[in-house]
């Protein structure tokens, strides 16, 4: 077995400001105020807790 790491990938976020229903890969996720919005390389987006997002994400 190796070990490998995820290439870091530029990424753009946005912090909900009310309630959404985003549509992801997985089907429609809902997004609380506070959390984080990420837009993927493909232009496909998913919500994220906000301490989830300090704990996986940079800001640049």
Not at 3 to 11: E, S
Not at 44 to 54: C, H, L, M, N
């Amino acid at each position: 077995m190796i070990k490998v790491r995820k290439k870091p990938l530029v990424l753009e976020a946005r912090i909900a400001e009310q309630v959404e229903y985003i549509e992801t890969l997985e089907g429609t996720m809902k997004a609380d105020i506070g959390d984080y919005i990420i837009t993927g390389v493909e232009g496909e987006s998913w919500p994220v807790k906000p301490d989830i997002f300090k704990q996986t994400y940079e800001i640049i």
